[in-house]
């Protein structure tokens, strides 16, 4: 998971708690309490939850980060009497917000790699096939030449592979080597 309860509650409150007084974060404090409270209840409530009701220990971990998040907020403008919360001059929300920002965009990054390893392994095709005796020796020659397997030479013959307007399969005539071709270099 990227967004921790903590994570949530702190991105939350900095965005709630922007132009809010000192008394308007007393309340948001205050109303969070209750909240706490509740959720509390809620998770030592017998009572049967909806089949979607949501999970009330994921919820009451959301409400105890946010009661910490408002009371940190609230701390934060007792200790620099403050009249109003910006969160340009709260430090440690701050730096919370800029780290939360690096993980979603290596997140982000990192979503966009495997979207593309995955779209270069659809495009992917792995064969077992027989060929005749004869095509067998000759393709094992070539390789034993070329210092490659077999199954290397193939590779390499079938990446030159071409086929014309008219359908017709053709390769070009190439020197097989140990250096990979662009496909196998991933």
């Given at each position: 998971m990227i967004w921790t309860s903590e994570d949530v509650a702190r991105d939350q409150v900095r965005r709630q708690a922007a132009g809010m007084t000192v008394d308007q974060v007393a309340r948001a404090v205050d109303t969070t309490v209750v909240r706490v409270r509740e959720t509390r209840e809620e998770l030592r409530s017998p009572a049967p939850r909806g089949e979607f009701g949501p999970d009330p220990q994921e919820l009451a971990d959301r409400w105890a980060a946010l009661l910490s998040e408002w009371q940190r907020v609230a701390a934060?403008?007792?200790a620099s009497s403050a009249g109003l919360y910006d969160g340009d001059q709260d430090e440690t929300?701050?730096?919370?917000?800029?780290?939360?920002?690096?993980?979603?965009?290596t997140a982000l990054q990192n979503h966009a790699a495997w979207a593309e390893q995955q779209r270069q392994k659809r495009d992917e095709l792995h064969a077992e096939f027989w060929v005749s005796a004869s095509a067998g020796q000759r393709i094992r020659a070539a390789a034993a030449r070329a210092g490659l397997s077999p199954n290397e030479m193939l590779a390499q013959l079938v990446e030159r592979v071409s086929v014309d307007d008219g359908g017709a399969v053709s390769v070009a005539p190439f020197t097989p080597d140990r250096t990979p071709v662009a496909s196998e270099e991933r």
């Amino acid at each position: 998971m990227i967004w921790t309860s903590e994570d949530v509650a702190r991105d939350q409150v900095r965005r709630q708690a922007a132009g809010m007084t000192v008394d308007q974060v007393a309340r948001a404090v205050d109303t969070t309490v209750v909240r706490v409270r509740e959720t509390r209840e809620e998770l030592r409530s017998p009572a049967p939850r909806g089949e979607f009701g949501p999970d009330p220990q994921e919820l009451a971990d959301r409400w105890a980060a946010l009661l910490s998040e408002w009371q940190r907020v609230a701390a934060h403008l007792a200790a620099s009497s403050a009249g109003l919360y910006d969160g340009d001059q709260d430090e440690t929300g701050s730096t919370w917000a800029r780290e939360r920002e690096d993980r979603r965009t290596t997140a982000l990054q990192n979503h966009a790699a495997w979207a593309e390893q995955q779209r270069q392994k659809r495009d992917e095709l792995h064969a077992e096939f027989w060929v005749s005796a004869s095509a067998g020796q000759r393709i094992r020659a070539a390789a034993a030449r070329a210092g490659l397997s077999p199954n290397e030479m193939l590779a390499q013959l079938v990446e030159r592979v071409s086929v014309d307007d008219g359908g017709a399969v053709s390769v070009a005539p190439f020197t097989p080597d140990r250096t990979p071709v662009a496909s196998e270099e991933r």
